[in-house]
T-cell receptor, first 118, second 114 residues
Framework: GAVVSQHPSWVICKSGTSVKIECRSL??????MFWYRQFPKQSLMLMAT?????????EQGVEKDKFLINHASLTLSTLTVTSAHPEDSSFYIC??????????????FGPGTRLTVT | AQSVAQPEDQVNVAEGNPLTVKCTYS??????LFWYVQYPNRGLQFLLK??????LVKGSYGFEAEFNKSQTSFHLKKPSALVSDSALYFC????????????FGSGTRLQVQP
């Protein structure tokens, strides 16, 4: 089956530093990857959509300069939280989309990364 | 636009009793509907999906869901709840083409009491 991995699974960083989260599709190529954010006891909110080789599209209210997304290859997308603050503490989940047929797509989720900013 | 509503923040049920977790949706055209489960500090686990065909969809761990087009609902059900079913459940929707990412409901916490 389609497997999506994330690294690290959890990270603690100090306020003001930057943190990079990697998302990899292990056994398939993903032209599109999505990044979600989940606050404690809340739902997953889509942050951005990244297409391989092009700039990410951010959802309304998401700061593109703070959450840098790079999708340099068909199997790797990275999310960098720049100048992190405690309010950025959250569970970040990536998702990879694969073509399942003509005009059809399937979406697979990574295990998530818990970010805690102190 | 696509959206999902899960009207219950929490559902409590006794072990062995049937459970229902409610979900209604809004999407342009015909929907693809999904249920996921999330355990504490873990990622999402896929339970089941409706694409087309039978309105009753069977999934993992004995769960099933019924698609009702007229009521735009996709309620999750299980005939006999287990304590280990206690978790956070998310309903999600997207349009059939899948050009947009899945949109999730707010989640329902299921608590199964022994």
């Amino acid at each position: 089956g389609a497997v999506v991995s994330q690294h690290p699974s959890w990270v603690i960083c100090k306020s003001g530093t930057s943190v990079k989260i990697e998302c990899r599709s292990l056994d398939f190529q993903a032209t599109t990857m999505f990044w979600y954010r989940q606050f404690p006891k809340q739902s997953l909110m889509l942050m951005a959509t990244s297409n391989e080789g092009s700039k990410a599209t951010y959802e309304q209210g998401v700061e593109k300069d703070k959450f840098l997304i790079n999708h340099a290859s068909l199997t790797l997308s990275t999310l960098t939280v720049t100048s992190a603050h405690p309010e950025d503490s959250s569970f970040y989940i990536c998702s990879a989309r694969v073509i399942a047929g003509v005009g059809r797509y399937e979406q697979y989720f990574g295990p998530g990364t818990r970010l805690t900013v102190t | 636009a696509q959206s999902v509503a899960q009207p219950e923040d929490q559902v409590n049920v006794a072990e062995g009793n049937p459970l229902t977790v409610k979900c209604t949706y809004s999407v342009s055209g015909n929907p693809y509907l999904f249920w996921y489960v999330q355990y504490p500090n873990r990622g999402l686990q896929f339970l089941l999906k409706y694409i087309t065909g039978d309105n009753l969809v069977k999934g993992s761990y004995g769960f099933e869901a019924e698609f009702n087009k007229s009521q735009t609902s996709f309620h999750l059900k299980k005939p006999s709840a287990l304590v280990s079913d206690s978790a956070l459940y998310f309903c999600a929707v997207r349009d059939r083409a899948g050009r947009r990412a899945l949109t999730f409901g707010s989640g329902t916490r299921l608590q199964v009491q022994p």
